[in-house]
C-alpha cells in the first residue's frame, strides 16, 4: 500500500471544488473543501465519530453545538461525535480547508463542483477505497 503523501497546503489552496475526495481507507477519510463567500457546509450531527478541519487560507466561523468561534487561516478545528456543527464563510474571498473523519462518508474520489451538486448528489460510501 501506498498511503497518502502529498503536499496538503498546496492542494487545499489551489482546489476550488464545494467537495473533492482526495483518499479513502478502511476507516479514514479526506476531503478538500472550498467555500465561496457566503456559503457553509450546512449543520451536520456525526454520532459514531470526531471530524477534524484545518483552514488553509480565508476566514469565517464554526458553530458547534450553538457556539460561534471565529476562524481563520492555519486555524484547526476539532468537533467531537454527536455535536451539531457547521462552518460558514464570513470573508469576501473563498474559504479553503480541509478535513478528516471516519469511518468515510462520500464514495472514493467523488468531486463535488458546487453546494447544489453535492446537495442533489444521492451518493454514499460504498466500501471501495483508495488503494482498492
Known amino acids: 500500500m501506498k498511503g497518502f503523501v502529498e503536499d496538503i497546503e498546496e ?3 489551489d482546489n476550488k ?3 473533492r475526495v482526495l483518499y479513502t481507507g478502511k476507516h479514514l477519510q ?4 472550498a467555500l465561496k463567500p457566503g456559503e457553509e457546509i ?3 450531527i456525526h454520532a459514531d465519530h470526531d471530524q477534524f478541519f484545518r483552514v488553509e487560507k480565508g476566514r469565517g466561523e464554526v458553530w458547534i453545538d450553538g457556539e460561534r468561534t ?5 486555524d484547526a478545528i476539532i468537533v467531537p461525535a454527536g455535536a451539531k456543527h457547521n462552518v460558514i464563510n464570513t470573508g469576501e474571498k473563498s474559504l ?3 478535513t478528516l473523519y471516519g469511518p468515510p462518508d462520500h464514495k472514493d474520489g467523488v468531486v463535488h ?3 447544489a451538486d453535492a446537495l442533489a448528489a444521492d451518493e454514499h460510501f460504498d466500501g471501495a477505497t483508495t488503494e482498492g
Open 42 to 44: 450546512g449543520e451536520e
Open 30 to 33: 479526506l476531503v478538500l473543501m
Open 11 to 13: 492542494l487545499t489552496e
Open 113 to 115: 463542483a458546487t453546494k
Open 96 to 98: 479553503k480547508l480541509y
Open 70 to 74: 471565529k476562524i481563520k487561516s492555519d
Open 17 to 19: 471544488d464545494f467537495r
